[in-house]
């Protein structure tokens, strides 16, 4: 249509011929467009052409081979062509222009054949499409346009966008190439490939994680082989796993992230992890070493680690020290007990043992040897990592933090007690001995008192050694004493509060122990006693009072710079009034002789200290005593009449002599002196108590000893001696003229070498009866 | 020339006759008519525009002829696997299988039909321009051309049926390319020259010529 035309002049019909432009014409100008936009679109898509060698040229064929990345084509086979020297194929490839930038040098083809194996069957699409040329750009590279194929398919983990990790394992055991790899159960991967390490100490199996599955392996992921049927455990814990049947014949790998961990970061391209024989050694995850003594028969692997019963860990293997010195076990520790493996863990061997304490450990003879480990939780705290420990052969004294009351007790000797011996009270068993350890000076023992009954020990409390029998006696007498049956064989600590309101004790607390309930018991005052010589003396040596016991030595010890013996003694609970002023003591010794035979009981007893207390009440109270070696010859025996002789010999006077009266013995002779100035002989005489009577002013005393022989030409011979003792021994007589007041004690005699006649017919009625009657 | 009898020179045309025909039912109506009588349709002594609107539309269908040609008519796709192909590949594939009738047949059908139809139109429209002796000879080229445009819709109906017929999923499917698109155009686009070309203006060429 002509536009001008349609506008006609009024005036006149002026058709004008003008250029016949038609509407029409822009269906050209439409197509023109239409085709330069399809060409110029063609021409900017056109494929590049390069060219790649192959090895071979099976299963390609021209312009239907393609070229594809991740499953798409992006090029097609244009042309196949020998090679110049007839030993390879140039491929002339197609490649979208799209790939235009990948196309470097760093790229890679490799041409896809289905694969049938154990492993599986791979590139099956090639089944139905044929084989196709497998493209893996690579933009970093330098631009090309002639390539060599690679020979076979590079590793999975290369060709796709996955994540390859190198595992490392000492055998390669039933994993092969393709051999899966697992989560769950889940095939999230497959192996690639395997080689010897560098070293040729390992096997590096390369598997290959897709892509949507690689988050799942982390750096903390641990690996286990999960080929074959896996039995583990022991007879009361059998366990059998196996992943798949395909594992089963094919072997796998499976893999596993504690979610304790999770928050390890993800793996990398490339990262390297030990690949564990087997699911337990991939489970415990912190490598621990644990020196152990050489003696101790760690005997198998596989050796579990418990703490409270819980098992934390498994000995994984076990290797001698270079230097023999000992083993080192190398264990491997449950992720979550990580906080446990601080310094001051414990490890130490528990194996079934037979003792008077029973049976120990028998568990173990079903479920095998196990490692007990301890830690307190003062040791949890502190959270000072270690990974090395010193392993013991036996139970090791309980740690701090075990509950109970843990305590001390120094012992000069052990005697008896062992580790898990008994700590009684009342003849109960409250506790055990947890370890037991020499000192400079003795011995300590620590032992624990279970907490039901750690309220019982304070500060009063007394501990005694209850092991074996302990048999006390003489002649007076014997007294068995033995803890219970069990204490009596495996030794044990019994212990008793006598005050029940003292204050508590603190862990730690160190108390003595000691050897008897006796020596525990003995709460009395300690007093020092001086001796000349020790000869006789031991600890123990009794301190008596008119024959009862209020006392005992402790302890003998050398005073050198006085040269003398210091003796601590303890009086009994009650015997305390008798360390006074004034108070005396002295040693009885069995004494033998001719004339004087004395204290045989201590013959067989042995000797002991007599005691004299001072006779004031109100004394003041003395701790320190100086110890005469015999009975002082001042001292009455008994409550007699103390007397003093005078004489200028002593003649055969000895001590013990007896006084006779009219030839009865009515005392004795206590001791004799030499009277300062030494111009007589005191001799000191004891009267007994109820012949006090006889003895007035008027008495007269002389040397009974030998024989008075008289001649008379028609007498004859007359013989006349107070006793045959007093002729063996000697003796001295005494007589009185009258009745008179009784003398004081200590009232002076002068002692006649021979009685005057009239002397021998003096008797007077005195009476003896009415005096003791006094 | 020669050919023609003498007697030629006693053609009288519509227009001296004072007619003209209806082109569409050919009618012969009077020079005043406007509209056929028969079947109404717009009668003219000579179609407006004629000459220009078949260059055009001929312009246009050699430029599609090249896409048509150079771009895909179909994909077939067997097991996911399909290669777009042009008319010439699908030619050489069929003779590459030893269908050589075939591949001659869907050649002709579809290269040399359209090839020879734009050629003739060209042809047409340059000797309406030049005009020459033997213009009833183009009289008869056109009737060829008119007639054999039906049939070049071969292709596109072929293409439509496998379309249409095989969707098979995965295991083959056939897909129409943008040349069919193309092709389709190039057909229709030469049909409508053909249409579009009034064939009594040969005879006022012939008529030119005889002045």
Redesign the interface.
Known sequence: MNQNTSAPEPARANIKKRGNLSLVWLLPVVALLIVVWLVWKSISEAGIVIDVEFQNGRGIKQGKTEVRLNGIAVGRVTGIAMSDDLKSVDVTLEMDRRMSTSLTDKSRFWLVRPQVSVAGISGLDTLVSGNYIAFQPDDTGIKRKKFIALPSPPPLGEQEDGLSLTLRAKELSSIQNGSPVYYRRLKIGEVSSYDLSVDDQYVDVEVFIQPRFAHLVRRNTRFWNAGGVELSGSLTNLKVRTQSIVSLVQGGVSLYTPDWEQEFPEAYQGDVFPLYRDYDEAEAGIAVEIDFPLDVALGQEKTRILFHGMEVGLIRDIELKDDYSGITANAVIRPDAVNLMVKGARFWLVKPSIGLQGISGLETLLGGRYINMDVSNKDIKAAVPKRRFNGLASQPAASPSAPGLHLKLRADSLAGVSHGSPVLFRKMQVGSVQSHELTDDGVLIKILVDPAYQHLVNHSSRFWNVSGITLHGGLQGFSIKAGTLNSMLAGGIAFDTPDRTSGKVKNGTGFTLYDSTEKAHQFGQKISLIFETAEGLQVGTKIKYKGLVVGHLTDLKLDKQEGHIVADALLGKSSGWVAHEGSRFWMVRPRLGLANTANLETLVTGQYIEVLPGSRQDAAAKTRFSVEMAVPDDLPVNNGLRLQLVSSQLGSVRRGNPIYYREIPVGTVTGYRLADPASHVLIFINIEERYRSLVTSKSRFWNASGIDVKFGLFSGAKIRTESLEALLAGGIAFATPEPGEPVAAGHQFTMAEEPESQWLRWAPAISISQEMSH | MKTYPADAQHWINGSDAGLKLCLDCHKVCAEQTERCPRCGARVHQRRQ?SI??SW??T???A??Y??AN??PMMTVSK???G?PQTIFSGVIELVNHGMVPIALLVFTASVVVPLLKLLGMVWLLICVRFPGAAMHRQQTLYRVIVWIGRWSMLDIFIISLLVGLVQFGQLGTVTAG?GAY?FA?VVV?TMLAAMQFDPRLLWDAAEVKKL
């Open positions: 525009n220009a609107r055009a539309l312009l246009t269908a430029l599609l090249i896409p150079l771009l097991f996911e696997e290669q943008i193309a155009s686009t």
